[in-house]
């Protein structure tokens, strides 16, 4: 799709976003075992061996978003995660409210944007909130 996208010069004006509601913990504990149960009773603190490497338990102190096009910079990281439990973002969070008002930055809409119906404003982002990553841009939209 992206490559496709770029040879017909549209990537540009295509925003292709990959993401998801929330990440798994990197580590598996440390232990064999191919559920989350059998994984319960032992703790390591970092990711230290490949073994500790795995998909389980909601993680939800730091995600990965993937974004293509749309004017963002081309093979950017913005971001960083601990390497220590809580494995929480540490440099540059990003909230779902900024990850939406970059969205919706991206697309030319401010993130501010409200449709009144039945006297009652709906925003294009969570009450109008929101502040775009600004340093994803690889230029600034008009």
């Not at 990003?94 to 939406?100: A, G, I, P, Q």
């Amino acid at each position: 799709l992206i490559r496709d996208l770029e040879a017909r010069k549209l990537l540009d004006r295509t925003l292709v976003i990959i993401a998801s509601e929330f990440s798994r913990d990197a580590l598996i504990e440390g232990r064999p075992g191919s559920s989350a149960n059998d994984q319960a009773t032992f703790k390591v603190d970092a990711v230290q061996e490949m073994k500790h490497y795995g998909l389980h338990r909601h993680f939800t102190g730091g995600t990965s978003v993937v974004m293509f096009g749309g004017g963002m910079k081309a093979g950017y990281l913005y971001g960083k995660t601990a390497d220590e439990r809580p494995l929480v973002a540490i440099e540059n969070p990003v909230s779902v409210m900024d990850l939406h008002a970059t969205i919706m930055t991206a697309l030319g809409i401010s993130p501010q944007t409200a449709f009144i119906t039945e006297g009652r404003p709906f925003y294009v982002t969570q009450d109008g909130a929101g502040r775009p990553a600004e340093d994803l841009f690889a230029r600034r939209n008009a």
